[in-house]
């Protein structure tokens, strides 16, 4: 009889025990807080993904892992970066600041980013099972200006037909065009084509009217 009531006790414990295991472990991973606000990088910019965990605590022990969706991006292990593991497209592009890992702080430095690293990053410490997720957006933007030329004359307006062209965009832009003061002026719907680096070039055509001293904006 007093076996049995051992047991019973035993079993209570052991699931109150297994409750409050569960109630920390999951009060832990919701303090790790996502970056809300996706990080913007201009292709062959340097960025940090921020990644830290709280409350802080030193894991430059620990395991840890960058991933893009199955791509390993950097593993930390056993105090240094195990480079083996990482995605030939990572590779010398990826690092921790090793100073920081005492402090919880695993963001990670990526050099030199393409357009292809966009999309959601997960940082993971192995052993604590503290994820956190940011997401990386990248965008392009032409180092020069557009380029407008006179494509052709319209003689049955009486006017010419200018051309703007523009390369190297990424996401796909907006083409305005704006006379001398400033008005916007009308134009149909700008042609665009992805190119094999899949950046976008855009072209759009506006006819104005032949005054020899007037000036546009594209
Ligand atoms: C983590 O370290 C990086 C690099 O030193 C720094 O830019 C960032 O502000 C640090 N993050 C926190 C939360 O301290
Ligand atoms: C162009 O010249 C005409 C006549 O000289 C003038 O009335 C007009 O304001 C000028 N336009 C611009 C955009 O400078």
């Known amino acids: 009889m007093e076996g049995l009531f051992l047991r019973f006790l035993l079993r209570t414990i052991t699931s109150l025990v297994f409750c409050l295991l569960l109630t920390h472990c999951s009060r832990g991973q919701s303090e790790s807080v996502d ?27 620990a395991t840890l892992e960058w991933k893009r969706s199955n791509l390993f991006v950097l593993v930390w292990r056993t105090g240094a970066d ?38 959601m990053y997960r940082c993971y410490v192995v052993e604590k099972n503290r994820e956190m997720f940011v997401e990386l957006v990248v965008v392009s933007v032409p180092g020069c200006s557009p380029v407008i030329s006179l494509s052709r004359m319209d003689r049955d307006r009486g006017g ?21 003061e400033g008005n916007l002026l009308s134009a149909g719907p700008p042609e665009t084509v992805r190119g094999p680096d899949d950046l976008y070039t855009v072209s759009s055509r506006v006819t104005v009217d032949k005054r020899h001293n007037n000036s546009f904006t594209c």
Not at 93 to 100: H, K, N, V
């Open 35 to 61: 970056s809300l606000q996706p990080i913007v990088a201009r292709v062959g910019d340097d960025v940090v993904l921020p990644c830290q965990i709280k409350p802080s605590l030193d894991v430059s022990a």
């Open 82 to 119: 195990f480079k083996r593991q990482k995605d030939p497209s990572y590779r010398g592009r990826t690092s921790l600041f090793p100073d920081e890992l005492k402090h919880g702080n695993v963001s990670l430095k990526l050099s030199d980013v393409k357009l292809s690293d966009k999309g």
């Open 160 to 180: 010419v037909v200018l051309q703007c062209e523009s390369r190297g965009w990424y996401p796909e832009p907006e083409v305005l065009w704006l006379d001398a």
